[in-house]
């Protein structure tokens, strides 16, 4: 069984000379720009948001960082990359989505820009080649009413104010209920840890060097501490991010630790793709890589993480399980 790859920068796995061709590369955080910035949308439907917007067709590619949605505010991730696969960090997104042709739109919702550097002490072999994403836009919360698939558009605005549109591949919400969601309990997983390798860290992860995420055993510490579950496969992720993932993921553990429990688990069994998936991503259903979990003390699920994200926003969602 091979996992399903998600179209964020899977897109760009094709080729080693996106580094090369990033647009912008500021390396920034940038904050969403507002609602008033893009065209109204009350009371439309999505052709007539395109027709009264005076938005050109976009040569950019919306490529979507998730394909797990359930019904309710949801974290939706993306890239934006131009026609030649070359990402691009430097225009301003809000995003539309409807249930269908005839239904009212949701949104503008602007999208802010997440880096997804690291201090340079973090930084691994996996986070840092030729290929690997350096930032990803994120729409913090987009409120799906119901389950189904929906019509999502892009518009986009560059340095000139030009106003450009994009159709996105619609999101189908409800497509992967056993996905453990915000809320319930996670599966009791068990997690390799250096000591049951003998501290051979390269047997049970990928990343060039080894993080230092494999301290606890997840079934232990479950319902003891609060734990951030990283679910990611540095080398072998076809994605291209799960090396800068794990890299942030390491850099905010080193933060937060000893409160929390930081816990990476790599995806492949023996960490080769022809053997299939560790049998802890098949407890959680996953259909996607990374992933990563925010768990309370209490054992439930307060936050999840699917796709890219960056330093501020894993701090951000650390705030669920740890409280001022």
Known sequence: MRIRLIALLALTALTAALLAGCGGGSGE???APPAKEFPEAKDK????LLHSSGATPSNFVIAPASEVFDAGEERYPFGVFTAGQEQVDDVEVALYFAKNSHSPVIGPLPAKLETLETKPAYRSQNGTGPGEAKSVYVVPKVDFPADGSYLAVAMIKGKSGKLEASRL?????GEFPKVPKVGERPPKITTLTAADVGNDLEKIDT???PDQMHKVDFAEVLGKKPIVLVFATPALCQSRVCGPVVDVAQQVADKYEPRADFIHQDVYVDNEIPKGLRPQLKAFH?????WTY???KEGVIKDRLSGAYGVDELEEA???ILPG
């Open 286 to 290: 996953l259909p996607t890589e990374p």
């Open 45 to 48: 439907t999505i052709p007539e």
């Open 207 to 209: 990343r060039v060097p």
């Open 294 to 296: 925010l768990i309370g």
């Open 29 to 31: 955080t940038r904050p």
């Open 318 to 320: 650390m705030q669920t």
């Open 169 to 173: 591949p619609s999101p189908v919400v």
